[in-house]
């Protein structure tokens, strides 16, 4: 066994470094000692209950002249952060990191360069904040082959879309109250576009299915679109919606890949639909085990930074021993669609002949309607109702809402959310 301690220095003192020096201080893993605090204007930082050994910094050059031999990159951005993260490789340094658009856009680089210098690179805290998913899909479940990936990898969508669901709240009322509680940012748009967990999906599709993915060529469609009327209807259906980030393997071409990030309809008994408030929840299907669900807090100061130290325990335990990574292979082609069922909702002037218009374009393409949904009328001027249909290819179902989309009877855009079927959410 090693008697090396590893000297860490933290890059960033927000809320995760602060709560990472925190448990550092309070309780350090086995061979792991804070020696480092790096932050612009520290002065304004500095924390009594840190131990006073503790070199506390705004000039990053200290940390690179001194002789950590850890460095926990916890700034965010892509930039500098970046840069400072392969310059602590390129020194011989292992690094841990929470940064999801870092690791999501430049993992398989990072990892490589690690490997190269035969140091740890981990990023447990990136996606899913406390929830261990990387250790399970990196070494609990690494002797299994996962197919598909499903998940709530956004706790302020999840915030949001559960309030409306429970408290019939409209969108903006959900939103502002997340924001007043500091689970939504005062620009909220990463999360409610769905950026911030087609990051994090990219990250897991390159531990998980061992496939890369630019971020940027999983589809993502927003939460906006999604109004208290969608939840009155999917209740009726037994579901309810959520923000589902899912990546599935082609098993003819697994290089291949479906992905994407979307509101969606889920049916009541999934465990995607008891995943309630801020909590995340990921579901992995493997080839030889079946499923396996991964749950709890994917944000906020303590359950980040627990991942952080356990990646620090991880180093620790495992120096001197120089890990080799094998990255994985880039995505041969990312599609944005899945087969499967789908729920449309449409807002029309209520008028003689509409549904007949819509059924008739459907059945022009061969999509079979399974429901037709319809609340008392409120309003003859913007009547929404629903339509739900059987799986069907996408591009067929693409080109019939393009057709529906010049009718003339349309209040607002039609809303097509996909129903994840019963055994594809556990
Ligand atoms: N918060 C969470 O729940 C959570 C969960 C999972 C992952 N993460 C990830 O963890 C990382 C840190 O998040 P956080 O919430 O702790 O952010 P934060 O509270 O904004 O902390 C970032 C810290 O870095 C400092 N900083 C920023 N740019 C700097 C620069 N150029 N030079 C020196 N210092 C700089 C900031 O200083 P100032 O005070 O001057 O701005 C701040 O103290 C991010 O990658 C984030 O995505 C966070």
Redesign the pocket.
Known sequence: MSTHTARVAL?????????VAQILTERPPAGVRLTHI????VA??RAGWVSPDVVWT?D?EAVFASDVDVIV?????RE??GAWVRRALESGRSVV??????IAHEGRDLLRLASDQRRHLRFE??V??GIPVIGAFRDGIAGDRIERIAGILNGTCNYILTSMESAGATFADALARAQELGYAETDPTDDVEGYDARAKLAILCAVGLRVQVAPADIACRPITVVDAVDFQYADQLHCTIRQISQAELDPADPTRVVASVRPSLVPRRSMLARAEGSKNLILARGHYGGDTIYSGS????G??SV?VVSDLAAIAALEPERPVATPPQPASRVDPEFLTAHYLRFVVKDRPGVLAALATILASHDINIDAVLQQRVHSKDANPFVVTIEPCPPATLATALAEIARLDFHVAPTVDLPILSDGSGA
């Open positions: 890059l960033g003192f927000g809320t995760v470094g602060r709560a790096f932050n612009r204007n304004r930082k705004d990053v990159e916890l700034v965010g951005g500098p952060a990191t929470a940064n999801k658009q870092l805290a990136a899913a904040g994917g944000a906020g100061g359950p980040t991942a």
